[in-house]
């Protein structure tokens, strides 16, 4: 064993390196996790991808311990360990050498999830060894830390040697061309005093180092005894550890991986400190993860949707992207967006609010806003944009008054006046360019492309449309607020304008559904042409027949004939319902409709994919897919926007039913999460997952309606029959914590509220002539009349409300 010099033994004082052999027993990072919540993969998904995730550095594996070529942004390269706007390996292997054997750790056999770290089991029996594969990202460090742990099973000590070998990739994130990030080869050099090895790229000050708490045997850059040739501009950095196990004992082997897109200096720095607070920091991931818990925490008796809706809380931590020179904020999801989208964070945001997310939420539209400024500077927000700073697409039209609908709900949560007043010249910007740049023809529906992202279809589009309405209808009470009256009435006149010709132009009687566009025939027919092809190779006979039909009425009309059409029965002509903007006798009828375009996991995304198995098949989607495509998903965005939009008109119970659908996916191929198409294809964790958990389950079963600026909550519950009984605790309004708990016995509905701030009123509401019989704290009480609900003002600590027919 070589001895330690002087400066080694500095870094061993710092817990980095440690020149005696591991001691016989050890306590392990992943033994300070044995009373945390974990969830067990299932063994035919062991192939697909995991994530581990922190704030500055993420990585994306497979769960049986390899790492696969992944994704399409950078073809084959969006796996790995990511330092954004950088990559810093594509992966690694590691070989355990037992006498003449070696073994490679690619083959695992069990993959367990924990909210904030994973762990990966190899077992070979034949020398009565397991090894168990732990990893964790620290929070706010560009750096990741490994754990092997070997356990041995014979009755007397092994001696085991395992080959670690890192893979290389300093290369650039997507778009990296765009702000001259050049990839060049990645040179490695051992250093003897940290015993471990520093990579460069050749053309940048690009850094990555690995080492262990424990110093090599030997270091190569020679081939593994592991089979992997991951593609890029990388190199191999191999080191070799002797181990000893004793009898019935286990040995650990610690490893850290960091990086920096500055300077050797701070690789080096973080290389060490992160080694030496490896167990800290880990306690400190666990106590954060224990406060998003907490938030907005839920008990009901469907525990799967119950822990999927937990989960969905830790996925959103996972997606945090913070890159020094551009901002904070959430990514869309991974492992192919991992930066920055608009009309995601429109979405995300609000669950994140109502679930205790305030800074972040703050943060991201900081930056969507800085990000959106600087690239267009006219009001209209970005929809994409690579962690670089390099902007894919400077926004749809959908994304702008989505936004202005985002800030109002985030002032509803936070009542923080300085928030409204630095956003509303954003507000009024982006309305201003909304109609002025995309409102050619002056009747206040925009043109331009929404959410569905189908060739052609940028005319007058029915999300627009429903989003248009709801932002000048927010953004007149912001204006009210800002003191600016004569505004607050031309835009609530124009929100008014909108309800009318979206239920008139957009509602098509013959096809019980709101159109998915206004346009003219010819641009119709070539649409129809296209949704022909697609719906006769998906072998939808249906859909053909019914697209032909249409067809034939459209040649039959004048071609300057602008109306609305349904074609593609597209999940956004529920936006009229979402937003709460359809007249409740068409909204039944629309709701109707689009039940029939759903599978065992929810909405589909264009309505005209489903065929006569979609009630059914509960299959798997990526199966045999070759090629990315979306043709055919059914999403969680689209299934939570239907049971929003189900709660909106008093459906609780079809509301849940939507909700069950989507968590029938819960964990399905990755443990603790949801993928972005159902049941697993496309992202492994998705942002506006979020969204479609905590807006349909607190802000519509519990009723949570935040006026927090008004020191005021309006509690509205609507809950699933199935549900008798049901608690939301440390619900974050403003600077007060509110806790509703909920029961339903017989005909008697009661609430026990818990808030923080006492002096807060809690309006406390039911449908008019619900029920007849109301009490607070035991005495009787009378409700007044508020439009279509009765309501009762209450203060107070603690307050029991019941009501019966």
């Not at 597209?570 to 409740?584: F, I, L």
Request: aromatic share 10%; glycine share 8%.
């Amino acid at each position: 064993m070589k001895k330690c010099t002087s400066a080694v033994l500095v870094l061993a004082g710092l817990g980095l390196l440690n020149c005696a052999s591991p001691p016989r027993q050890q306590t392990s990072l992943s033994g300070l996790l044995s009373e945390t919540d974990s969830l067990i993969g299932r063994s035919e998904y062991l192939q697909t991808p995991f994530v581990s995730a922190g704030d500055r550095v993420y990585m994306v594996g497979a769960q049986n311990g390899s790492f696969p070529d992944l994704g399409w942004h950078i073809e084959g390269e969006m796996g790995g360990i990511w330092d954004h706007p950088i990559k810093l390996l594509d992966g690694f292997t590691a070989t355990l050498h037992v006498g003449d054997r070696a073994y490679c750790l690619d083959q695992a056999t069990q993959f367990i999830n924990y909210p904030f770290a994973n762990k990966l089991v190899f077992r070979f029996p034949d020398i009565k060894v397991w090894v168990e594969r732990f990893h964790f990202v620290p929070d706010g460090k560009e750096a990741i830390h490994l754990e092997y742990i070997i356990h041995n099973e014979q009755p007397e000590k092994q001696n085991i040697s395992l080959e670690w070998t890192a893979y290389t990739d300093l290369r650039p994130t997507w778009l990296g061309e765009r702000t001259q990030m050049i990839d060049g080869p990645d040179l490695p050099t051992w250093d003897e005093e940290m015993q471990g090895w520093i990579a460069k790229d050749s053309l940048n000050p690009w850094f990555v180092a690995v080492a262990a708490s424990v110093m090599p045997q030997s270091h190569t850059t020679a081939p593994a005894n592991c089979t992997y040739s991951p593609k890029g501009k990388g190199t191999r950095m191999a080191m070799t550890y002797a181990l000893e196990v004793p009898a019935n004992g286990m040995a650990s082997l610690p490893l850290t991986v960091a990086g920096s897109y500055k300077s050797e200096n701070e690789v080096r720095q973080t290389l060490a400190t992160a080694g030496k607070d490896a167990a800290q920091d880990l306690l400190a991931k666990q106590k954060r993860y224990q406060e998003i818990a907490r938030q907005s925490r839920l008990t009901i008796p469907d525990k799967q949707l119950q822990t999927a809706y937990e989960w969905v809380k830790y996925n959103t931590d996972w997606l945090i992207r913070d890159v020094p020179k551009q901002g904070r904020g959430l990514s869309a999801g991974l492992p192919d967006y991992p930066w920055w989208f608009g009309v995601d964070n429109t979405y995300t945001l609000q669950g994140a609010m109502a679930t205790g997310r305030f800074d972040l939420a703050r943060q991201t539209v900081d930056l969507i806003q800085k990000l959106s400024e600087k690239e267009n500077g006219n009001g209209r927000i970005i929809h994409e944009v690579s962690t670089n700073g390099a902007v894919f697409n400077p926004g749809n039209v959908n994304e702008t008054p989505q936004f202005v609908s985002l800030i109002w709900t985030m002032y509803q949560w936070n009542g923080d006046k300085e928030f409204l007043k630095t956003y509303f010249p954003a507000v009024k910007k982006g309305l201003e360019w909304l109609l002025a740049e995309n409102d050619k023809d002056g009747n206040l529906l925009p043109d331009g492309f929404g959410m569905m992202e189908i060739h052609g279809l940028n005319s007058e589009m029915i999300d627009v449309a429903a989003y248009t309405q709801r932002a000048f209808s927010d953004a007149a009470q912001m204006a009210q607020l800002m003191g600016e009256s004569e505004l607050a009435t031309r835009y609530a006149a124009t929100a008014a304008q909108l309800k009318v010709k979206i239920n008139q132009d957009f509602w098509v009687p013959d096809y019980r559904s709101y159109a998915d566009f206004i346009g003219l025939p010819p641009q119709t027919l070539k649409l129809i042409d296209d949704a022909l092809i697609r719906a006769d190779t998906l072998k939808k006979p249906w859909a053909v027949e019914e697209l032909k039909a249409t067809a034939e009425r459209v040649k039959k009309l004048p071609a300057a004939q602008k109306q609305g059409f349904v074609l593609h029965h597209n999940w956004v002509v529920n936006t009229p319902m979402e937003t709460g903007v359809a007249d409740t006798a068409k909204a039944l009828v629309a709701l109707a409709t689009g039940s029939q375009f759903v599978n065992p996991y929810g909405m589909f995304v264009t309505g005209i994919d489903r065929d006569e198995s979609a009630g059914k098949d509960e299959s798997s989607f990526a199966k045999g897919k070759k090629v990315f495509s979306y043709t055919g998903a059914v999403m969680t965005l689209p299934t939570g926007v239907q049971a929003i939009a189900e709660n909106n008109y008093g459906r609780p119970d079809e509301a849940l039913g939507y909700l069950k659908r989507m968590t029938r996916s819960f964990g399905y191929a990755l443990p603790g999460s949801l993928y972005e198409v159902s049941p697993d294809y496309g992202m492994v964790t998705q942002a506006w997952n979020l969204y479609s958990y905590a807006v349909p389950i607190v802000q519509q079963f519990f009723g949570i309606k935040p006026r927090a600026d008004l020191k005021t909550v309006r509690i509205q519950p609507q809950m699933p029959s199935e549900w008798p009984q049901a608690s939301l605790e440390n619900v974050q309004i403003g600077d007060n914590e509110l806790s509703i708990d909920f029961s339903r016995k017989d005909a008697v509905e009661k609430l026990v509220i818990f808030q923080t701030k006492p002096d807060w009123k809690c309006l406390i509401a039911f449908p008019a002539g619900k029920f007849s019989i109301w009490t607070l704290n035991g005495k009787s009480v009378k409700p007044k009349r508020d439009g279509n609900f009765e309501l009762l003002e209450i203060s107070g600590k603690e307050m029991t409300v019941e009501v019966s027919k």
